[in-house]
């Protein structure tokens, strides 16, 4: 029974509650039974010493009364004779009292019988009152002999010894008692011990098998599952409240990851939808335009034409392979390996690169705050893609001989990132995920400049807005978190 887990909470309390007040009970019975023995001994050690003391009392009182008759009859000492009555009466008193406190049958035979010999000894006593030969000199010099009082004690002094010690023997017993109690208290406190370690052992036991180590499976299994692991399985172990959440938590686990798979499905499919007619768009027009030119091939005869032709087609295939090698890119996945990196640092190299095209279009870089020092979390490779490809848009915005600004400013827990051309402005408002290319003049681009760019910016956590000023230009601006 003892070792069958429970199978509800309320019982496994209740069986941590009746261990403890098995325990409370064990300890308070010891406790009481000792208190009950202390009890027990103090009060017969009482009463043992009151008889010892009244027994006293009676033999000093019998001795103090032969005292006041032998005064009586010898020195004619009418006060003697009050007091011999008054000792009388207090043995009588004491006697009574004497048998109150005794306990056994023993004890009030003893005592009985020590009042036999008292009374024994007050006829003697009574006789001396009546005894006419007593007023002869000689029997009151006899009487004065303290022989005479003790021979007539000599009953009530034996049996005062018999019954004083019985009162020794019992308070011998007694001793021996409180001896052996002594010599077992520390064993009954030790056994008390081990069996509070042992009780409070087991239900903890009970309380850790049955509900702290499965709460702990679920709190840690729920936090795995939360983290996106749905295949992850709580163990169902535990009282039956701890048990159902276990279970219920796997089952919204399983529904979570049918309903993630269904979602991720549609996502695919609504991401595919808009994906195909971008792809197709970007596949369809290059190859019509090949297809339109080896048409043109079957009435060329001029070399140079032909020549012409076939670097068309070629340049057509190489425009192809870029869109289609960006479109790869873009959509692997990424995994920035972020490090610390000196803003000015970042800006410099995307700026590096774009110098021979700065050069040819004559342009200057109006570098605002450069001398700020800003530190940024940032994988700088991934980053100076993006930069670059944005950058680069920029330049081949910009009219010969104008500028191209670019700086940094913090804002309270964030950096501004901006650069701006003096270019038309975009004819269109980019927007992140959006895959359909905009209107361009470019020759070589691939259209995916920019949605690279902010899904660089996404992974990153940081923000990428464009702000459009048609007839002056465009302004780039990057919003960093600044590091903890």
Known sequence: MWLKRPKSLSSLLLLHEFAFLLLVTIAGGIGGLSAYFWHQNSTESIRLNEMMSVTEQIRSALFRQIQ???????????????????????????????????????????????????????????????????SDFRVRMKILDPRFAEAM????EERYETFRGRIIEKHQVLDENLKQWTRKAPYIIAIIIIMAIILIGFARN??????LKPMSAVTSGASIISGGRLDHQIPENGVEEISELAGAINHMARELESSRDALIQSEKQAALGALVPVVAHNIRNPLASIRATAQVLEDVEDQEELHEC?????????????????????????????RRVQVTDLLASPLNLLKPRLDEKQMTIDRVDWNE?????????????????????????????????????TDLDHVIISFRDEGGGLPFQPEADNLEPGPSTKRFGTGLGIP??????????????????????TEVLITAPLPA
């Open 452 to 473: 690279i760019a902010f899904k660089i910016c996404q992974t990153h956590g940081w923000g990428l807005t464009f702000e459009i000023n048609k007839g002056e230009g």
């Open 68 to 134: 006041a008759a032998i005064r009586v009859r010898v020195l004619e000492d009418a006060q003697s004779l009050d007091v011999y009555a008054e000792y009388s009466r207090r043995i009588d008193r004491q006697f009574n009292h004497l048998r109150q406190a005794s306990a056994t049958g023993a004890e009030g035979e003893s005592i009985q019988g020590l009042q036999q010999a008292y009374r024994e000894i007050q006829r003697d006593m009574n006789k001396i009152f009546t005894d006419p030969y007593t």
């Open 206 to 211: 009970i309380l850790t098998q049955g509900f």
């Open 310 to 338: 076939r670097q068309a087609i070629l340049d057509t295939i190489d425009r192809l392979e870029r869109w289609v090698t960006a479109l790869v890119s873009y959509l692997h996945p990424l995994k920035p390996n972020k």
């Open 153 to 156: 004690v000599g009953t009530f």
């Open 373 to 409: 020092e800003v530190v940024v979390e940032v994988d700088p490779d991934l980053m100076e893609q993006a930069l670059y490809g944005l950058m680069a848009n920029a330049v081949d915005a910009s009219p010969r001989g104008s500028r191209l600004t670019v700086g940094f400013h």
